[in-house]
């Protein structure tokens, strides 16, 4: 090979390498927050969903506010498309879950650990829908968003340090 044929795929090379940096992955899909908020009663009430994604697993936590307090469950799930079919859920028992989070649990607990969920989530138009397992999806052009948008911030709204720790760890588990 000629010497100066070979410096230029060399120096060529090394520009590409040194001067162009890589694009950055687009995140995945469930990766990120979604939050709604209003006024009840004088107060500003939000509710979240949290979400985070490596490959089709998905681990999140949530907050609800219904008859008078927040609710708070955490979930591990399978994500398919725009869809997410929620495994198994945990948290302050309410219309989501009987089963308290293992370490969370007051001393009288009737049920500790993992619950059986049927819920699903999907994505539409950047906002969040939560539905029943088997649901129809439902994004077209005509149909109006609804749902939690996708916020930026959960401006100090979100998850507790703990239940940031068990989002980390839930990524990093394989078996479900």
């Known amino acids: 090979m000629d010497m100066r044929l070979a410096m230029m795929i060399i120096l ?3 520009a590409l390498g040194a001067g162009v940096s890589a694009s950055k992955a687009p995140s995945p899909p469930f990766e990120g927050s979604w ?3 209003e006024n009840f009663r004088d107060s500003y009430i939000c509710a979240y969903k949290v979400l985070a994604q490596r490959g089709n697993r998905v681990c999140g936590v949530q907050s609800d506010f219904a008859t008078n307090r927040f609710y708070v469950q955490r979930f591990v799930g399978t ?3 725009n869809v997410v079919q ?3 859920i945990c948290g302050d028992p309410g219309s989501e879950t009987d089963t308290y989070c293992a370490g969370q649990a007051p001393a009288d607990a009737a049920k500790v650990g993992w619950g059986s969920s049927d819920m ?3 994505l539409c138009k950047g906002y969040l829908r939560e539905g ?3 649901d129809a999806p439902g994004c077209t052009n005509a149909s ?3 749902g939690l948008p996708k916020v930026a911030s959960l401006d100090g709204q979100g998850p507790e340090p703990e239940d940031q720790a068990w989002m980390a760890s839930c ?3 394989e078996d479900r």
């Open 12 to 14: 060529s090379a090394g």
């Open 86 to 88: 929620v495994d198994k």
């Open 79 to 81: 994500a398919r498309g």
């Open 171 to 173: 990524l990093q588990e």
């Open 132 to 134: 029943n397992k088997g």
């Open 120 to 122: 699903q989530l999907s």
């Open 35 to 37: 939050m709604s908020c």
């Open 144 to 146: 109006a968003p609804d």
